[in-house]
């Protein structure tokens, strides 16, 4: 997995999440503070910004720039968030040198899961992002596992993202503004899963 992989990942999250702004800004209008997909849009916007002008020359710099960009220039919970996944990612691969390996991107992924969960102080089952992610983690490690290819690997975990984003609707949100709403927070698709499926599916795509 080359510099060159990842930057075209975030292009095509970027693309995704634009595609879809106001479907997620509808979901977190139902649940939340309806800013969601036009907050998501512009940091992700921000982040092709700050990637095409100053080229990253590795897969950790990458992530790192996309990290710090969004933590800087998104509102709400959701730059906080998805730049703290970016960020530890990037820091979990500093220092390597050459494309990253399956193994190593799937280790890297679970410590940027692991940083969201502690930041946002959300574990599965709580109707939020974590939702989405730590199941599309786990679809990874398993892939590792089982010697998959990368493109196996990230098609499972992007509909491991896909299912757990879906799951999410049945649940009583136990986090965020969402968790005020108690019993009518039930029956709604949570925004941040939502998104998450949509950056898991343009890794998928661009691996593919």
């Given at each position: 997995m080359?510099?060159?992989?990842?930057v075209?990942?975030?292009?095509?999250?970027?693309?995704l999440?634009?595609?879809?702004?106001?479907r997620?800004?509808?979901?977190?209008?139902a649940?939340?503070?309806?800013?969601?997909?036009?907050?998501?849009?512009?940091?992700?916007?921000?982040?092709?910004?700050?990637?095409?002008?100053a080229?990253?020359?590795?897969?950790?710099r990458?992530l790192?720039?996309?990290?710090?960009?969004?933590i800087?220039?998104v509102?709400g919970?959701?730059?906080?968030?998805?730049?703290?996944?970016?960020?530890?990612?990037?820091?979990a691969?500093?220092?390597?040198?050459?494309?990253?390996?399956?193994?190593g991107?799937?280790?890297?992924?679970?410590e940027?899961v692991?940083?969201?969960?502690?930041?946002?102080?959300?574990a599965?089952?709580?109707k939020?992002?974590v939702?989405?992610?730590?199941?599309?983690?786990?679809?990874?490690?398993?892939?590792?596992r089982?010697?998959?290819?990368?493109?196996?690997?990230?098609?499972?975990?992007?509909r491991a993202?896909?299912?757990g984003?879906?799951?999410t609707?049945?649940?009583?949100a136990?986090?965020?503004r969402?968790?005020?709403l108690g019993?009518?927070?039930?029956?709604?698709?949570?925004?941040?899963?939502?998104?998450?499926?949509?950056?898991?599916?343009?890794?998928?795509?661009?691996?593919a």
């Amino acid at each position: 997995m080359e510099t060159d992989l990842f930057v075209a990942w975030l292009e095509e999250a970027a693309r995704l999440v634009r595609a879809d702004r106001d479907r997620l800004t509808e979901l977190d209008a139902a649940i939340g503070d309806a800013d969601h997909g036009t907050n998501l849009d512009r940091g992700l916007t921000e982040v092709c910004k700050a990637l095409a002008g100053a080229p990253p020359d590795s897969p950790a710099r990458v992530l790192a720039t996309a990290g710090a960009t969004l933590i800087r220039r998104v509102g709400g919970a959701s730059g906080p968030l998805y730049g703290s996944v970016f960020r530890q990612m990037g820091k979990a691969l500093e220092g390597q040198s050459g494309p990253v390996t399956l193994a190593g991107f799937a280790g890297a992924f679970e410590e940027g899961v692991v940083a969201v969960e502690r930041l946002g102080k959300a574990a599965l089952g709580d109707k939020t992002m974590v939702d989405a992610l730590a199941p599309a983690s786990r679809a990874l490690a398993l892939a590792v596992r089982d010697g998959a290819g990368v493109r196996q690997a990230v098609e499972q975990a992007a509909r491991a993202a896909e299912e757990g984003a879906e799951a999410t609707i049945p649940m009583q949100a136990r986090k965020g503004r969402a968790s005020y709403l108690g019993e009518r927070s039930i029956g709604h698709e949570d925004p941040g899963a939502a998104s998450a499926a949509l950056i898991m599916a343009a890794l998928a795509a661009v691996v593919a």
